[in-house]
């Protein structure tokens, strides 16, 4: 069984930064695929970030690119998504998941069979 708790929400200005933090309760972390989520309210889970097991593949969604950067210490079993510039529209619930295909740097929600519980983000304009 997977357990994810996401940590280091909170209220930033329009340009600030935010380190949010993912820790896994699992026997080997780096057997998972693992991607961050966000859901606005009224919107659907877009996807934000992932990362592969060994922490050597990443993806971006492309309104995040260049602003955003995931990363992962899997001898801490911490997953982390480090945001700088933040803006208005990053405004949104985020979630990590884990993917149990470790190397697929899934997209789609469906895709990842754990997710924790999220953590707000509120970006002030």
């Known amino acids: 069984q997977v357990q994810l708790v996401e940590s280091g929400g909170g209220l930033v200005q329009a340009g600030g930064s935010l380190r949010l933090s993912c820790a896994a309760r699992v026997r080997t972390f780096s057997i998972y695929g693992m991607g961050w989520f966000r859901q606005a309210p009224g919107k659907g889970r877009e996807f934000v970030a992932t990362i592969s097991g060994s922490g050597s593949s990443t993806y971006y969604a492309d309104s995040v690119k260049g602003r955003f950067t995931i990363s992962r210490d899997n001898a801490k079993n911490t997953l982390y998504l480090q945001?700088?510039?933040?803006?208005?529209?990053?405004?949104?619930?985020?979630?990590?998941?884990?993917?149990?295909?470790?190397?697929?740097l899934g997209t789609r929600p469906e895709q990842y069979a754990h997710w924790g519980q999220g953590t707000q983000v509120t970006?002030?304009?």
Do not use: F, G
């Open 83 to 104: 945001m700088n510039s933040l803006k208005p529209e990053d405004t949104a619930v985020y979630y990590c998941a884990a993917d149990i295909i470790q190397w697929r």
């Open 123 to 125: 970006v002030s304009s």
